[in-house]
T-cell receptor, first 110, second 112 residues
C-alpha cells in the first residue's frame, strides 16, 4: 500500500526565516494535497498538485511536485507566527483511498 | 454550506461504555472518510464510503469499531466496548471525486 513520509518531523524557526517541508511517497503520486492543522482543530486545505513539475503558491507558501511525481516540497517564505501548526501532505491512491503523511510540526518564534 | 459537522466535540466516557460519533458531510459530496489522530500514530484512515457504501475498512482497528452511513447526509462511528487506548481525536471528512477533502472539527474522545 502507498505510504507518505514527511521530513522533518518537527521544526522550530525564528520569525522571518524561510523553511521547507518534504513529502516522499512510496509510489507514484496522482494527486498530492497539502493541509495545515492548528493544534486542536481540523485540517485546512492549502493546495493540490497533480502534474509532475507543477508548482502552486498561496500567499507566502509554495508547493511543488517533482517531475517523477514521488516527492513534493512545501516552502514558506519569511515565516510568521501565524504559520505555526502541523503540516500534512495527503494523496489518493487506488480506489480513491485518501491517506496522509506523518505530519510536520512547525513552531515559529516571534 | 456549513461544512462537515461532527458531534459531539468532546466525549469523556468510562471504559466498557459504548461511544457513538456522528458526522454530517457536505451536501453533494460522494465520499466520506473517518480518521483517527494520535500523537504516536498520526492521522490514520479508518474507513471510507463512496455513495454511502463502505469501500475500504482495513484501517478499522478491531471488531469493537463499526461505521455506518445510512444515507448521504449522515454517518456514525461506533466503539463498543470502549477502551482507554481508543482515546484520540476522531475526524470525519468528505469530498467530491478527485477533489480535496474537507474536514470537520473533530471529536476528542477520552476513555477513562
Amino acid at each position: 500500500s502507498q505510504e507518505l513520509e514527511q521530513s522533518p518531523q518537527s521544526l522550530i524557526v525564528q520569525e522571518g526565516k524561510n523553511l521547507t517541508i518534504n513529502c516522499t511517497s512510496s509510489k507514484t503520486l496522482y494527486g498530492l494535497y497539502w493541509y495545515k492543522q492548528k493544534y486542536g482543530e481540523g485540517l485546512i486545505f492549502l493546495m493540490m498538485l497533480q502534474k509532475g513539475g507543477e508548482e502552486k503558491s498561496h500567499e507566502k507558501i509554495t508547493a511543488k511536485l517533482d517531475e517523477k511525481k514521488q516527492q513534493s516540497s512545501l516552502h514558506i517564505t519569511a515565516s510568521q507566527p501565524s504559520h505555526a501548526g502541523i503540516y500534512l501532505c495527503g494523496c489518493t491512491s487506488g480506489t480513491y483511498k485518501y491517506i496522509f503523511g506523518t505530519g510536520t510540526r512547525l513552531k515559529v518564534l516571534a | 454550506d456549513a461544512g462537515v459537522i461532527q458531534s459531539p466535540r468532546h466525549e469523556v466516557t468510562e471504559m466498557g461504555q459504548e461511544v457513538t460519533l456522528r458526522c454530517k458531510p457536505i451536501s453533494g459530496h460522494d465520499y466520506l472518510f473517518w480518521y483517527r489522530q494520535t500523537m504516536m500514530r498520526g492521522l490514520e484512515l479508518l474507513i471510507y464510503f463512496n455513495n454511502n457504501v463502505p469501500i475500504d475498512d482495513s484501517g478499522m482497528p478491531e471488531d469493537r469499531f463499526s461505521a455506518k452511513m445510512p444515507n448521504a447526509s449522515f454517518s456514525t462511528l461506533k466503539i463498543q466496548p470502549s477502551e482507554p487506548r481508543d482515546s484520540a481525536v476522531y475526524f470525519c471528512a468528505s469530498s467530491r471525486t478527485r477533489e480535496e477533502a474537507f474536514f470537520g472539527q473533530g471529536t476528542r474522545l477520552t476513555v477513562v
